[in-house]
């Protein structure tokens, strides 16, 4: 997609912020958004997940921030509660355009895609992040975390994102990483981890 096309796409205002590559379970209830997975589904198209800036997931709609990341359905299953459950994975960033609340409260939006910096290979100073992450890939304990991951050790845009998941940071700090290009999320990353001695500097 040339990053200068913009596209209409449904918002998932949620509490925590998605990023490409990134695993995304979700339970679904509210007739708004059980309308939104279906027409998803049919039409094989992805929603915008947006970190909530005030409000809740459910109910009015909440204020939200203006970059996000697509988020496309692999799988579904129905909950013992009843409940529809999802499993998805974040795509391609973007940021807000416009956006319109319809009838039924749920939100739409036109979006711009924000192009990945080109990044193919991670540079010596950030060996140590990339190892990091390695050594975390397989812990048991994070099984859940690296279960259908699909490793791209020496990619910066990848090693950036999965620090982000999983490093102990707000969900601001998470959302203003997001909003970086790779080269300068890495850099904040590096610093992030060398101030908390995740990593020797």
């Known amino acids: 997609m040339n990053s200068m096309d913009t596209l209409q796409i449904p918002l998932f205002p949620l509490g925590t912020v998605l990023f490409p590559d990134g695993i995304l379970p979700l339970r679904i209830f509210e007739p708004r ?3 939104m997975i279906g027409n998803c589904m049919r039409n094989g198209t992805g929603f915008g997940v947006v970190l909530i800036s005030q409000g809740r997931e459910a109910g009015i709609p ?3 921030h203006k970059v996000g990341t697509v988020a496309r359905i692999d799988d579904f299953d129905q909950l013992d509660d009843g409940h529809l459950g ?4 974040g795509e ?3 940021k807000i355009i416009s956006h319109a609340i319809q009838d039924d409260q749920l939100i739409t939006a036109e979006v711009a895609p ?3 910096e080109d990044h193919s290979e991670i540079l010596p100073e950030h060996a140590a992040m990339s190892d990091f992450v390695r ?3 397989h812990k048991e304990a994070l099984k859940a975390w690296a279960e259908g991951m699909q490793p791209q050790w020496q990619n910066g845009e990848w090693l950036g994102c999965r620090l982000c ?3 102990p940071l707000s969900m601001e700090s998470r959302q ?3 909003e970086m290009q790779s080269s300068e999320r890495l850099s904040q990353l590096s610093k992030i981890m060398k101030e908390n001695q995740i990593i020797l500097s």
């Open 135 to 137: 050594e975390l890939y």
């Open 114 to 116: 924000v192009a990945a």
């Open 33 to 35: 958004y059980l309308t």
């Open 86 to 89: 999802l499993s998805c994975h």
């Open 176 to 178: 203003a990483l997001l």
């Open 62 to 64: 909440a204020k939200f």
């Open 92 to 94: 391609y960033r973007f």
């Open 165 to 167: 998941e999983i490093l």
